[in-house]
Structure formats: C-alpha cells, structure tokens
C-alpha cells in the first residue's frame, strides 16, 4: 500500500517543525516528506488522503491503558481497547499488567502480545509486573518477561509499599534496561480512601485520600531511583508538591520522567460532589490548586507525557454507592480533544509541546520507535481536525466501557484518520465517504 | 407555604425556611403523641417502606411510629434478613421495592451518599435516615426542635457539638441546620477525630473541651465508637473519657442553663459521664419523643396530607 497524505500541516515534535506538505507512506514506513511530492515519486500511489486543512502527526501513544484482557473480558478486550484507541487517533497503547492472571511473566506477555497481533488494530506494548501477582512480595521474571516483548516494568494498581523491594526492582530494571512505571501512593494513608481529602470528602462525608500519600512515594521512588540509576516514570501525577518533586530532581539531574492524564488538568475534587461515581480514579481528583500546578508542569517540561489511564469498568460497577465504586475512567476516546481544547487552546502548551507529549515523549520514555515524522520513521500517523468541534457521547464510543466523566463536553479537535503502518484503521466515516466520492471524480480525470 | 421537595437528603441542602416549616409543622404533630388515642388517618392508604442496611434500633422505631400513628402502612427490612446478604446490589434493590410502588422510602446505609443514589432510582420521595458520615438530616432536626422547645429558637445561641466529628453524620446535619438558623457552631475533638479541612466551614474549632464548652447553651455529645481506638485515633476509651469525655465539672463552664443532648445509644462513663446523662441538663429522653414528632412532619408534609387533617 503506497499512499499520499496530501496537503496537510505536518507537525514533528521530534524536530520542532511545522510545515504545510505532502507525505508518502510506503511498506509501514515514511518514504518521502516534503512539501511537494515530485511527480516520480507520486506514481503507483493507491490513495491519497486529502489533509487540507488538517494536522497531520506522528501516531499518538498511550504510554497508560488498562485493556482488561485476559480476565476482565466484560469491562475491555484488546480488540475493543484497540478499536478505542484507533478512535481516539492513538497508534500504540500500553496496557497495565493488572490482568487477571497478572502480565507477570513471559507466558501472559506473550498472549498479550498475540491477542494483539489477531485482533487490535493499534500496536499494543504490555508492560510487565513488577511482582507476581501484582503481590508485592516476590519479583516477577522481568528479563523473560522482556524477550517476550514487555516495554516496561509497572506497579500500577498494586504501588509498591516496601522500600527494600522498590530498590531491588529498580536495580533489577536497570540491569536489563527497562523503566520502572510507578503508581506513587502510600496504601496505609489511603486505606479505606475514596476521593482526595480536603473539604470536599469532610462536607460528603467521604474517607479522603491526603496528597501526602502520593507525595511521599514520588519522594521516596526519586530518591531510589537516583541511588539505583534505574529509569524512573512516575505515573498520572496529580498533586502539586508531587510536581515540584520531581522539578527539583530533574534539576539535579536524576533520570525521571511523568505522565499526567486529562482528568488531572480538567477536573477537580468539586466534580465529584453529588456522589459522581465517574469522577472516582486513583489518584483521586484533587484540587484547584493542584490542578492549576499539573498546567503549569506540563507548560514548564516537568511533566513530560500525557497518557490517559484508561480504565474501563461496567455499567454496574459505576452505578452504585460511592464507597463501592470502581476507580477509574475511560479516556482514549476523550484524550486528543481535551489536549486540544483544555491546554492548547487554553493557551498552556503549544500544538506541537502538546502533540510530542502524547507521542515523542512516550517513544523516548519507553524507548521505542515512533514519536517523529521524518523519512524511515514507521507510518504510525495521526491525522486530525484541530478545528472539529463535537460532543463527548458515551453511546458513540468504541469501548466496551461507557464510564467516561466527560460526557456532554463539548471539544475542538478530533481524530479523523489513523494509520498504523502505513495502513488506515480509523477513519472518520463522515470524512471518507466525502473523500471517496471526490477522489472518485479526480481519478477520471 | 410548602415543602416542594420530593427528597430529605440533607440538610446542608435545605434553606432555613424549609426547616423552620418542618419544626413548626413538627411542634403540632407532637400534640398528637400526648393524646390517648394515637392514631390519625391523615395519611390512610399511604406505604412507607424502611430499608435498614446498617444497624439501628431508635431511628427505624421512630419512623415506623411516625408512620403508624399517621395510619400509613410499613413495610420494612434490617439488611441482615434482607437480599443484600444474597449479594444483590443496593439498585437491584431500589428498583425491586420501587416496582412495589411505595410512597416513601426511608434508607440507612453506611455508605455516603446513599439516600441520593436511592432518590434518583426512583420517582418516590426518600427520607435520608443516616447515609454513612454524611448526613442525619431528621437527627438534626430533632435536636433543634429540642433546643427550641427549651430556648425558645436557635438564633443567637451557641451550640457546642462533641466528640468524633469526622465520622458523624450527626455532626454535619447539625452544623447545617444550625448554621443556617443563626447559631454559632463549635467542634470540640482531638484533632485525629477532626475532618479534614473543617477550619475551611464557618465553626469555631477548639481541640480542649473546657474551652469548647465555655459559655455554651448547648452540648451535643456525639458516641464515641471502640472502632475508632483500635483504628489508632486515640490512645484508648480511659484516656479519651478524662480528656473529651463531658462530665459535671467541665460543663459548669457551660451556661447554667445548658441543654445536654446525645443522639445515642450512650457509652456512659467514656464520652458522658453517667450523672450528666442522667442528671438535670440532660433532654436526651425528649429527644427522643421529638424525633417521632418530626418525622411525623416529614411523612406529613412530603405526601402533602391537607392543613388541618393533622388535627382532627
């Protein structure tokens, strides 16, 4: 499959370039970039994508999902997940090992990896259990775990609560080359915990989670990090003193990175009020202050990546008391218009600072190909309309999981075309019967 | 005027009018409990279902009487005979009992917010009888309308409130419904049995009990639970009865007329001295007899019973 993106603005984080042009995918790789593909090269060309009008993007990576499968078949698979990120104009996902078995060694990584191959139209990189199980007491068998194609090695869901264990881990990941992705979170200041504490759990009368518990563990996995030399990301940050942590350790030049996530730049503790189930994730929701830091991290590097945390969960599992709610929130189909409207519209990061913490930042992280827009690159390409205003509608999504705290927003910006090596697995139907019909009418020509 | 509301949830949502409504109308149904023959027909033909997932004895007594001696018909369960222990989730619940078609929900539940969930699964009104540490709206009421019996109204008057303020209910209905009627609020606790962030509410804060009581009209003990030692909050029920636990020495720096309130059930000896509980200042028995009274009011003005039915 030879085919030409014609005329859109090409924006490569990688290199900090914009510029309005023409690309030509061929074999699952960019073979020419430029402004105008010479006529000689435009030859046995099977489609050209007409991107007037629109950006056109290294494919966006989601260094934070959870795809539930195997085990949790009834909230995502890796077929639905995939589909949802295809949607949402992601190319490549990365699913968290809180499976059920665990993705702990190299048997589910390896099924990961083939239920990926069948039936997800986006690349899927697992990422690894730190422990077996996710039980915090024995390491899991991350270099078998890393022939087998794990990208990183996580505590997500189950954060590492011993010290001595987090060390070994880290030493562990630095002596095969693999980034520790941590949930930063001190389970005895959380127990019970269901939203952030403040004045806003004391009014509803809810078990509050205190900052501290996140602080403390970003703190502590810093300090580790810099004694180990391990490759530290810390996961969906959200507090304020959290951030300023790690300012002040890249300041000094320890290797850590982290991710935010929407929720954490468009929400706040006040959206739970009225027992809002959907605004219930770990970590909880904080507040004003912190979310205003989470911008201001974002626009200054410190937070390098934003992934999405996507956590399906049924219908059930939200509809309920909130004490017993699931933690968690879809996002793969929300994330590219809440960038695009709540922080470069907004003002606080560039199009393209945006566009490269959603797929150079996460390539770099994890060290993977992708993230940049230059010849040789793989055709992992996002196309999409920044000027596309719509509606969030959970009814529309392509999750299995409808639990999104977004609904009824109203966004600017959104996918229309992505491709996977070189091959379109999403796009905008309303676009491509438009597109068929005139590019029917030019090939007479 | 009227109560427009389909739910009692809590008072934080209520404006003073509703509740001063509510006390009133609950000043007259307390006529009705002094007759002989305790029973009017204002609400014939009306079904009140109680759903007690929690443990309680006074509150679920207390609604059922109110319902009785308005002649509506309840129905009822305690969770521990109830589906809940098949595992049925508290929806499947709802929406069963609501396709029975009762009038009135009446819920207790240990989780927050609770009484909201049930209200918006179904058309019929919904009574909040304590969800979790949020809210205890027909405590609260029953404890103003005791003050008021006494003091004659709310506004004016300072109201210390006891105890483990972080896990009550009774706590922040009361700080609401007084708030909202002019008192001025104390919290009086250790700060380990504080809420986060309770500064943040317009209260006055005191962590030593002689000064929280110092010149109050009223203090509401709250109970303390053995759950909240074991939990690490305080070192154990001695060290807490001698620090925070209300006794006659400390409450001679309360007014001289100062009302004793406990919404119960008693640990007599930790967080009230037995001759408090049982002595002069204490009301905690009208309390009681108020806390049917203003259910009464409630069922009465939520299913609209006509202006003088109450009375004949």
Known sequence: MRLRIEGGQMIDPASGTSRAGDLLLDDGVIAWIGERLPEAEARGVDRVFDASGLVVAPGL?????????????????????????????FTAVVPMPNTLPATDNRATVEFVARRARETSPVRVYPAVAATRGNENTEMSEIADAKDAGAVAVTDDAFPLQSAEMTRRVMEYCRTFDLPLLTHCEDKALTKRGVMNEGITSTVM?????????????????????????????????????????????????????CETCPQYFCLTDEDVRGYNTL?????????????????????????????????????NEKECEFQTAAFGMTGLETALGLVLTHLVDAGILSLGEAIG???????????????????????????????AEWVVDPAKMRSRSRNTAFAGWELTGRAVATLVRGEIVYEDSARHSAQESAHGGKDRK | ??????????????????????????????????????????????????????????????????????????????????????????????LTLDAMKPDVFVIRHSASGAAQFTASLTGAHVINAGDGAHEHPTQALLDMLTIIEHKGGIEGLTVAIVGDIAHSRVARSNIWGL??????????????????????????????????????DVVNVLRIQLERQEAGLFPSLREYAQRFGVNSNVLREAQPDVLVMHPGPMNRGVEIAPDVADGEFSVVTEQVTNGVAVRMALLYLLLGGSPDAASN
Not at chain 1, 63 to 79: A, S, W
Not at chain 2, 188 to 206: C, D, F, K, N, S
């Open chain 1, 357 to 387: 913490k959603m797929s150079t930042a996460p390539a770099r992280i994890l060290n993977l190909p992708g993230g940049r827009l230059e010849a040789g690159a793989p055709a992992d390409i996002t196309i999409f309309d920044p000027a």
């Open chain 2, 1 to 94: 005027m009227n109560l427009t509301r389909k739910d009692i949830l809590g008072l934080q949502e209520m404006s003073s009018e509703e509740i001063l409504l509510i006390l009133n109308r609950a000043a007259d149904m307390k006529e009705i409990l002094s007759r002989d023959i305790k029973k009017v027909p204002t609400l014939r033909g009306k079904s009140v279902v109680t759903m007690f997932f929690e443990n309680s004895t006074r509150t679920r007594m207390s609604f059922e009487m109110a319902a009785k001696i308005l002649s509506a018909d309840v129905s009822g369960f305690a969770a521990s005979t109830s589906s809940v222990q098949k595992g049925e989730s508290l929806k499947d619940t709802i």
């Open chain 1, 205 to 257: 009368g809810l078990q509050g989670m205190p900052k501290a518990a996140e602080d403390l563990q970003v703190a502590r996995n810093i300090e580790l990090a810099e004694m180990t030399g391990c490759r530290l990301h810390i996961q969906h940050i959200s507090s304020e003193r959290a951030i300023e942590l790690v300012r002040q350790a890249k300041a000094r030049g320890v290797a850590v990175t």
């Open chain 1, 279 to 315: 605004a219930k994730c770990n970590p909880p929701l904080r507040t004003k202050a912190d979310q205003d830091a989470v911008k201001a991290g974002l626009a200054d590097g410190t937070i390098d990546a934003i992934a999405t945390d996507h956590a399906p969960h049924a219908v």
């Open chain 1, 61 to 89: 990576m989601d260094m934070h999902v959870h795809l539930r499968e195997p085990g949790h078949e009834y909230k995502e698979t890796i077929e639905t997940g995939g589909r949802a990120a295809a949607a949402g104009g």
């Open chain 2, 179 to 216: 708030m909202k009627l002019g008192a001025t609020v104390r919290i009086v606790g250790p700060e380990t049995l504080l809420p986060a962030e309770i500064r943040q509410l317009p209260v006055e804060v005191h962590t030593d009990l002689r000064s929280g009581i110092r010149g109050c």
